[in-house]
């Protein structure tokens, strides 16, 4: 089937502002945008530029604006995306475009940085491995899947009005520390999301849950870091 594929794209060597390209591609209904984008690359115009590396849906790299809605090039099926119309690929929004679809990440792996996304523990180095029940492991599972793609943070009203907010993404990297029974970090980490550009910027729209390609329920997590810093009790 042919497809009419139209990108947003932007070189700040050539260009002041960001212009629409259509291209038309013949595309199997089981391809994803990931093989549209490489066809258009590799046999139309080798200018296009974008990240992926996995094409898996596990390295995170290839997160975009595919009809409106932040999502992985590679684990977005062209036959979902009523290729019947034109389908629209744009760069994910409220960080700095660096060319067609690579976005500047380091705001977004600041705030990932800031949040200690690492096991804090005092004391001897142990002699094996640190205990934890199945019950403590479950508490925050959901938060070890992140892959740090940036998709919710780029779809919150929050982030694009304001880039300092911290977003989403790092709130659920600094979860997956606050609810491990074997962290001893919790206080610091809460103190930094108690931060005026921490958790209390949310304002629940769900974007990000309905963006995450993993599933995580990113809201419902910072909903559980709110809570953690009004009892203090994780
Ligand atoms: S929480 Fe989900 S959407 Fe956000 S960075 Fe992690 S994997 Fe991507
Ligand atoms: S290319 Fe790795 S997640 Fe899509």
């Known amino acids: ?4 594929v139209k990108i947003l794209r932007y070189n700040p060597e050539v260009l002041d502002e960001a212009e629409w390209k259509t291209y038309s591609v013949t595309l199997q209904p089981t391809d994803r945008v990931l ?8 046999e139309q115009d080798g200018t296009l530029t974008f ?15 595919i009809n409106g809605r932040n999502r992985l090039a590679c684990k977005t099926l062209i036959k979902d995306l009523n290729p ?12 700095t475009v660096l060319k067609d679809l690579v976005v500047d990440m380091d705001p977004f792996f600041e705030a990932y940085r800031a ?12 002699t094996r491995e640190r205990i934890q ?16 793609c940036a998709a919710c943070t780029t779809s919150c009203p929050v982030f694009w009005s304001d880039g300092q ?8 990297g600094a979860h997956r520390f606050i609810f491990d029974s074997r962290d001893e970090g919790t206080e610091q980490r809460l103190e930094i999301l108690n931060d005026k550009e921490g958790v209390w910027r949310c304002r629940t729209t769900f974007n990000c849950t309905d ?14 870091v709110k809570r953690a810093l009004i009892f203090r009790r994780v």
């Open 133 to 148: 029940s199945q019950a403590d492991r479950d508490r925050f599972d959901d938060t070890t899947k992140c892959i740090l």
């Open 115 to 126: 949040v200690m996304p690492f096991l804090v523990t005092s004391g001897h180095e142990p």
């Open 51 to 65: 990240r992926r590396s996995c094409a898996h849906g596990v390295c995170g790299s290839d997160a975009m604006r």
């Open 84 to 95: 019947g119309k034109e389908i629209t690929v744009e760069p994910i929004k409220g960080l």
């Open 1 to 4: 089937m042919d497809v009419k």
């Open 165 to 172: 907010y911290f977003g989403p993404q790092a709130i659920v």
């Open 211 to 224: 963006a995450c390609p993993r599933g995580i329920e990113v809201t419902k997590a910072i909903q559980e």
């Open 35 to 42: 093989d549209a984008l490489h066809k258009i690359k590799w």
